[in-house]
């Protein structure tokens, strides 16, 4: 035992081959293409609320359940994205999301009346719930190691991307790029591994690292790490050594949305009208600077590592909240009410910028890093329906939570960015320069 061990590390600690080729770049793009429709989803309710309860006579309670049902479909589509991903690949299950978002596109863009609307953001949200699981896993077992966290990051950038424009057709846009895509893109090397597809893992390495590229070290750390795991059950999860890696994947998820980003992002535009700055031009500015803040986001988290942007992107969400419970509460109080509208502006840029530097991606991250080959299915599913579900309470109660107290809802959520600091500093490992098997190793960061 003592001799295999030492085998393994032996291969691990050896350098592997990390060539960033044409067809790596050609893969995560269209692997990431599909993100750009879920940031036009994230973002369709943010400028369109006065004009869509306007034009469909839509009562708050109706629209908070016309902007809540994207994460209720997520949560249905996150209790399937792992299992379909490791069930059929990884392929398969992005062209069933494609399936979705663009029914769902259509029904929204041809809707008449509440139903067909509610309709098709729900089916859109199916979508989106594959997808966000499926995306940061894939690119994370094709990548090499020294560009991964960079490689995954894109998957926020094209998120930001989607968040600039609330047009249904550049919804449809990118899935039906991404549907037809994904015939010239090869499968995970590690998804093919784990089905006995050894020959078929290191031609489709060979060709994503390049002809000359010699990666024999690589596909044998695979292989070693999927016949390591391939007879572990999947209660194994519960077990006592998983449960580090259960606690960070979890609890990145709650602290993501409870943070209240799905209600800032989805509802900024009449964050903006209710303190007395202009939406359209709050939208915009807003749109302009979301993309430049994830390119910077895309470029730190190799420089930095994760756990620092994400403490660094957490204090940025705390502040952000902070600065709007201020405005808020200064709202009516003589000398301080034309101040409001800036301040309530600035903490959303804010709040939105350093969540797309940061959070935003930076949990999915983690979570396609942490847990080893057998265990992301189960794993992959208990954390995306965790994070759905999550967004969906916060996306339904954020406008009831602002009735009750403006103030008060961003004091709340600035609490809880101030325990995302303090979580990330006791539990979360830096993965940085580690391969998907390094991080697995008996002696790694998650013992």
């Given amino acids: 035992m003592e001799g295999e061990n030492s085998i393994e590390k032996g291969l691990l600690l050896e350098e592997t081959s990390a060539n960033t080729t044409p067809l790596l770049v050609f893969t995560t793009f269209i692997i990431v293409s599909a993100s750009f429709t879920f940031g036009v989803a994230l ?20 629209f908070s359940v016309f902007g809540s049902l994207l994460t209720f479909g997520g949560m249905i589509g996150a209790i399937f994205s792992a299992k379909s991903a490791d069930a059929f690949g990884r392929k398969m299950t992005l062209w069933l999301a494609e399936g979705f978002c663009i029914s769902g596109w259509l029904a929204i863009a041809l809707a008449k009346n509440v139903i067909w609307l509610d309709l098709g953001r729900f089916f859109v949200g199916i979508g989106v719930g594959l997808i966000s699981y499926v995306i940061p896993v894939y690119i994370a077992e094709i990548t090499p190691k020294n560009v991964r966290g960079t490689f995954t990051f894109s998957n926020q950038l094209l998120q930001n991307c989607g968040l600039a424009t ?4 550049s919804g449809i846009i990118p899935c039906l790029i991404q549907f037809f895509g994904l015939f010239f893109i090869p499968e995970s090397p590690r998804w093919l591994a784990r089905e006995g597809g050894d020959e078929e893992c290191k031609v489709v390495l060979q060709k994503l690292r390049g002809k000359e590229a010699n990666v024999m070290k690589e596909t044998r750390e695979i292989m070693i790490c999927v016949d390591a ?6 209660g194994s999860l519960f077990k006592k ?16 949305q409870l943070s209240g980003s799905a209600g800032i992002s989805y509802y900024a535009g009449s964050i903006f009208e209710l303190a007395g700055f202009p939406s359209r031009i709050g939208m915009t500015v807003l749109s302009l600077v979301v993309v430049p803040k994830a390119i910077l986001g895309l470029i730190l988290v190799e420089r930095w590592g994760r756990r620092p942007l994400l403490m660094v992107s957490a204090l940025g ?4 909240c902070i600065f709007l419970a201020l405005s808020f509460g200064l709202k009516g109080v003589p000398g301080f009410v034309n101040f409001t509208p800036t301040m309530a502006f600035i903490g959303v840029l804010t ?4 969540f797309a530097a940061g959070l935003g991606a930076l949990p999915w991250i983690i979570m396609s890093e942490i847990f080893p080959m057998d265990m992301k299915a189960v794993a992959g599913s208990l954390v995306a329906i965790t994070n759905w579900f999550t967004g969906w309470i ?5 406008n009831f939570m602002r009735i009750w107290s403006q103030s008060g809802t961003f004091s709340i959520f600035a609490m809880i960015s101030g325990l995302t600091i303090l979580f990330a500093w006791c539990l979360v490992p830096e993965t940085r320069g580690l391969s998907l098997e390094e991080i697995q190793l008996p002696h790694a960061i998650l013992s």
Avoid at 229 to 234: D, R, Y
Avoid at 241 to 249: A, D, E, F, N, W
Wanted: glycine share 6%.
């Fill in 166 to 169: 609330t047009l249904t057709s």
């Fill in 241 to 256: 050594k998983y449960t580090r890696q259960l606690t960070i994947g979890v609890g990145l998820m709650l602290l993501q």
């Fill in 394 to 398: 916060v996306s339904y109660c954020f």
């Fill in 43 to 62: 973002g369709y309710t943010a400028g369109t609320m006065s004009s869509i309860m306007e034009d469909l006579d839509l009562s708050i309670a109706q």
């Fill in 317 to 320: 969400l705390c502040l952000s």
């Fill in 229 to 234: 795991t391939a007879n572990v059950s999947m």
């Fill in 351 to 354: 709040f939105n910028m350093m």
